[in-house]
């Protein structure tokens, strides 16, 4: 089955940067576009960023351009997201997603199949 295992998250202060990581198993990592998405405390789930098969072209939510950037090492089914520059507002539960083969670039929450348990980040001020 889909696995989606995150990790990297933790505490830390504003302006600082993470780096998370997802391991991927029980499918073809590479012929899907992947993604992560987070949720806030008491807010909705937000997509956050999206990364397409070969790792070449990223896409990012305005709340995070320029901030993180997002890869992909298909060799080892993994999936990471640098979070840079963090701001007290990043604080969620950041989780791995696998995108729906929709043949849209997957900017919405809707468009991801599978996630993972997430990992937390807490950006302290």
């Known amino acids: 089955e889909v696995q989606l295992v995150e990790s990297g998250g933790g505490l830390v202060q504003a302006g600082g940067s993470l780096r998370l990581s997802c391991a991927a198993s029980?499918?073809?990592?590479?012929?899907?576009?992947m993604g992560w998405v987070r949720q806030a405390p008491g807010k909705e789930l937000e997509w956050v960023s999206a990364i397409n098969y070969g790792g070449t072209v990223p896409y990012y939510a305005d709340s995070v351009k320029g901030r993180f950037t997002i890869s992909r090492d298909n060799a080892k089914n993994t999936l990471y997201l640098e979070l840079n520059s963090l701001i007290t507002e990043d604080t969620a539960m950041y989780h791995c997603?696998?995108?729906?083969?929709?043949?849209?670039?997957?900017?919405?929450?809707?468009?991801?199949?599978?996630w993972g348990q997430g990992t937390q980040v807490t950006v302290s001020s």
């Open positions: 997603a696998q995108a729906r083969r929709v043949p849209w670039i997957p900017r919405a929450v809707q468009d991801y199949n599978y």
């Open positions: 029980g499918f073809t990592f590479s012929v899907y576009y």
